[in-house]
C-alpha cells in the first residue's frame, strides 16, 4: 500500500511538472535565456560610446555610428538600410584646449560648444570682460563697442558649486535657506538685467560677435557636481566655449576685482559644408502578415559634451539587442519587426517625422511601437498614451513578462499623447499606438542629460539587460498578437494650464535642411 502510494504521488508530481513546462512559452524562455547568458551589451556599448563617440548631427562620427549600425545588424542576418532624410550642417570637432595665462597660468576645464567656429590654429589670446548692469538696451548699445578684441563671459556666476541635496544634508537650515533666498534674489537681478539688454541667449552671442568680440565665454551648470550642459553655438565667426563651474567663477570675481585675467582659447573646428542625415533601418520580415509592424525605436544621435551614453546610447543598445536575441529566438515573426535608429532627435525629432511623412503605409500598418529615451535605469512607466483600448492588450504582452521586470512597473492607462519630448510622439500625433518605455532616473536630469558626464561608465548594464528583455517579449507578443491593435482614442482630460480640453496633437513636419546660417 506504501509503494502503491508513493507511486502514485511521484506520477502525480510528474504530471504536474510537464503541464507547467507546457504552460512556458518556449520563444519567451529562449528570449530569456540568450539575453543572459550571451549578452552583447557591453561590447555594443563599447564599441559605440568608447570607439565611435558622441552622434552629433552633421559630424562624420554620426555617419560612422550608422553604418556601424547597419554593418551589425548585416553580421546578424539582420537586412538593414540607411535612409537618408535629409541634411544638415556639417561640423567635426578637434582640440580645445583652454588656458588662464594672466594674472596667473592655470589650465581650465571646458570645451567649445557644437558647431562653433573654429580659432585660428594657434589659438586666441584675450582679456576677459563681463556684461554690465544696464537700465535699458541704449545703454548696453552704448557699451557695445568695449568688447572689441574681448573674450565676453555672458553666463551668470553660480554662488555655489554644491548642489542642493548637497547643502540639504549639511548646512544648518538657517543657512541652506539664506542661500537660497541670496541665489533667487541674485538670479531675478540677472534675469532683470538680461531683460534690459533686451537680447536673449540667441542673438547676445550674435551681438556681440559683430561688435568685434573674439570668442564667447558661457558656462551653463547642471545642478549637480561636475556637470555642464554643452548644446549649440549661435555664433557665425567666432568660437564660443563653455567653461565648467568652478573655473568659470573663479574668473569671474577675477574681472570683478580688477585683475584682467586673460585666457588663451584653442578651439580647433571643420565645417563641413551640407551633410546627408540619416535613420538606420532594419527589420526581420513578417511570415503571415509583413505589412503589420510592431517596431522598435530609440533615437541615434546625441549631443557631443560626452559620448551619449545615457542619452540615447542605452536606448540603442536596448533595442539593438532585443533585435539580436529576436533574430535567434523568434527568427520567423507573425508581423515584420522593424527597428528605427533614428537621426537628429535633439534638434526636433526630425528623423522620426521624417519616417513617418516618408511612410504612411508602414504608419497605417503598425501594430506597436515601443520606444526607450530617458536613461540607463530599468523601465518603470509606461503609459497607453491615450489609446483608448491600450489597456487590453498591452496588459496581456506585459502578464508574459517576468514579475521581476514588471513587479517595478506603473501603468496608466488610457494616458495621454506626448507633443515631444521622444520620437513615439511622431507616431502617435499620426495615430499609430505607440508608448515610451520609462526608466528610472539615475541621476539622469542633472547628471548625464546633454552633460560633459554622459559617458560608459555612467551606463548600468543590469537594467539594460531587463530592458532588452522586456522589449523583446513585448515585440513577440505585439507579433503574436490575433488582432490588429485598436488604435481608437480616448477622450483627453481638461489641461491644468489653459482650462480647455486637450486635443490630440498633429503631426509636424521634420527640419531637412538644419543647422544652416
Known amino acids: 500500500m506504501i509503494k502503491k502510494t508513493s507511486f502514485l504521488l511521484t506520477m502525480l508530481l510528474v504530471s504536474s511538472m510537464s503541464i507547467l513546462a507546457q504552460d512556458k512559452d518556449a520563444v519567451i524562455e529562449a528570449i530569456i535565456q540568450e539575453a543572459n547568458e550571451n549578452s552583447q551589451l557591453e561590447t555594443l556599448g563599447h564599441q559605440l560610446m568608447d570607439g565611435i563617440g558622441p552622434r552629433l548631427v552633421g559630424t562624420p562620427q554620426m555617419k560612422k555610428a550608422h553604418d556601424w549600425a547597419a554593418a551589425k545588424y548585416e553580421s546578424w542576418g539582420i537586412p538593414a538600410r540607411n535612409e537618408q532624410w535629409g541634411e544638415w550642417k556639417g561640423w567635426e570637432r578637434g582640440i580645445s584646449h583652454i588656458d588662464m595665462v594672466h594674472p596667473r597660468v592655470q589650465s581650465l576645464r571646458g570645451t567649445q560648444l557644437a558647431w562653433s567656429p573654429s580659432t585660428p590654429k594657434k589659438g586666441v589670446t584675450a582679456e576677459l570682460v563681463v556684461l554690465p548692469t544696464v537700465s535699458d538696451s541704449m545703454e548696453f548699445k552704448n557699451w557695445l563697442p568695449n568688447v572689441k578684441g574681448k573674450l565676453v563671459m555672458i553666463s551668470m556666476p553660480q554662488p555655489t558649486g554644491r548642489p542642493d541635496y548637497n547643502w540639504e544634508e549639511f548646512a544648518t537650515e538657517k543657512s541652506f535657506e539664506k542661500m537660497k533666498d541670496e541665489r533667487e534674489e541674485q538670479s531675478k537681478a540677472w534675469d532683470q538685467n538680461m531683460g534690459n539688454i533686451g537680447l536673449n541667449r540667441r542673438s547676445l552671442p550674435i551681438a556681440l560677435e559683430e561688435a568685434g568680440a573674439v570668442g564667447i565665454v558661457a ?17 557665425k565667426e567666432v568660437p564660443t566655449i563653455d567653461l565648467e563651474l568652478e573655473d568659470y567663477g573663479m ?112 504608419v497605417e500598418g503598425v501594430q506597436a511601437l515601443f520606444n526607450q529615451d530617458n536613461g540607463t535605469g530599468r523601465v518603470v512607466r509606461i503609459s497607453g498614451g491615450g489609446f483608448l483600448n491600450a489597456y487590453d492588450y498591452l496588459g496581456k504582452w506585459l502578464h508574459e513578462v517576468p514579475t521581476e521586470i514588471t513587479d517595478e512597473i506603473e501603468t496608466t492607462f488610457p494616458g495621454t499623447p506626448a507633443r515631444g519630448g521622444s520620437d513615439y510622439a511622431s507616431f502617435q500625433a499620426a495615430g499609430a499606438p505607440a508608448f515610451s518605455l520609462s526608466s528610472l532616473n539615475w541621476s539622469y536630469w542633472n547628471y548625464t542629460w546633454h552633460t560633459n558626464r554622459d559617458t560608459y561608465d555612467k551606463i548600468i548594464f543590469d537594467d539594460v539587460r531587463n530592458n532588452a528583455i522586456l522589449t523583446a517579449i513585448l515585440a513577440y507578443m505585439a507579433s503574436e498578437h490575433p488582432e490588429k491593435t485598436s488604435r481608437e482614442k480616448a477622450v483627453l482630460p481638461i489641461s491644468n494650464r489653459t482650462g480647455e480640453q486637450l486635443e490630440w496633437p498633429e503631426p509636424r513636419s521634420p527640419e531637412r535642411n538644419g543647422g544652416q546660417n
Open 251 to 362: 574668473l569671474y570675481r577675477l574681472v570683478e576685482s580688477g585683475q584682467k585675467p586673460q585666457l588663451h582659447v584653442v578651439a580647433e573646428s571643420k565645417e563641413l559644408g551640407k551633410m546627408p542625415t540619416f535613420n538606420t533601418i532594419a527589420e526581420i520580415k513578417g511570415s503571415e502578415k509583413p505589412d503589420e509592424y510592431v517596431i522598435l525605436s530609440a533615437h541615434f544621435d546625441s549631443w557631443d559634451g560626452g559620448t551619449g551614453a545615457t542619452d540615447n546610447g542605452t536606448g540603442t543598445l536596448v533595442m539593438m539587442e532585443a533585435m539580436r536575441i529576436l533574430k535567434k529566438a523568434y527568427p520567423n515573426p507573425k508581423r515584420t519587426i522593424l527597428v528605427g535608429h533614428w537621426g537628429s532627435e535633439e534638434q526636433g525629432l526630425n528623423g522620426s517625422r521624417a519616417f513617418v511623412e516618408d511612410n504612411p503605409e508602414i
Open 219 to 235: 558656462s551653463y551648470w547642471s545642478n549637480g557636481f561636475g556637470v555642464n550642459k554643452i548644446f549649440g553655438a549661435y555664433t
